[in-house]
C-alpha cells in the first residue's frame, strides 16, 4: 500500500484545515493510520491515530478529530482552531501492529507517505 498526504496550506489562527490521506494498492481496513508532524527545528511528534478508536496527543485533543472512509481509502484529520505552534510538516502512516495506535511509537508505523506543510500565520 502507498500513502498520500494531502491537504496542507497557509491558514490564520484560529482557522480550520482538513488533511485527507489516501492509500492505493490495498484496502486501509486492516491498518491502523496515524498522523504525525514535524515543526522546524523539532523532533517528529505524534499527532492522532485511528483503528477500532480514535487517540490524540494532548495538544491537539478537542481541536482535532480523525476519521475515515474506508469506502474511499482515506483518513482525514479535521484540525480546527489552529494555533501558529500547529505549524509544520503533516504525515501519515500505516500499522498492522494491534497496539501502534496506543503505543503510538515512530518504528511500529512501516508505511509512510509524503508530508503535507501546514502553516498558521497571521
Known amino acids: 500500500v502507498q500513502l498520500q498526504a494531502f491537504g496542507g496550506g497557509l491558514v490564520q489562527p484560529g482557522n480550520s484545515l482538513r488533511l485527507s490521506c489516501v492509500a492505493s494498492?490495498?484496502?486501509?481496513?486492516?491498518?491502523?493510520i496515524g498522523w504525525f508532524r514535524q515543526a522546524p527545528g523539532k523532533e517528529r511528534e505524534w499527532v492522532s491515530c485511528i483503528r477500532s478508536g480514535t487517540y490524540y496527543a494532548d495538544s491537539v485533543k478537542g481541536r482535532f478529530t480523525i476519521s475515515r472512509d474506508n469506502a474511499k481509502n482515506t483518513v482525514f484529520l479535521q484540525a480546527n482552531s489552529l494555533k501558529p505552534e500547529d505549524t509544520a510538516i503533516y504525515y501519515c502512516?500505516?500499522?498492522?501492529?494491534?497496539?501502534?495506535?496506543?503505543?503510538?511509537?515512530?518504528?511500529?508505523?512501516?508505511?509512510w507517505g509524503q508530508g503535507t506543510l501546514v502553516t498558521v500565520s497571521s
Open positions: 494498492g490495498s484496502t486501509l481496513d486492516d491498518y491502523a
Open positions: 502512516a500505516a500499522s498492522r501492529i494491534l497496539r501502534a495506535c496506543r503505543d503510538h511509537r515512530e518504528n511500529q508505523f512501516h508505511l
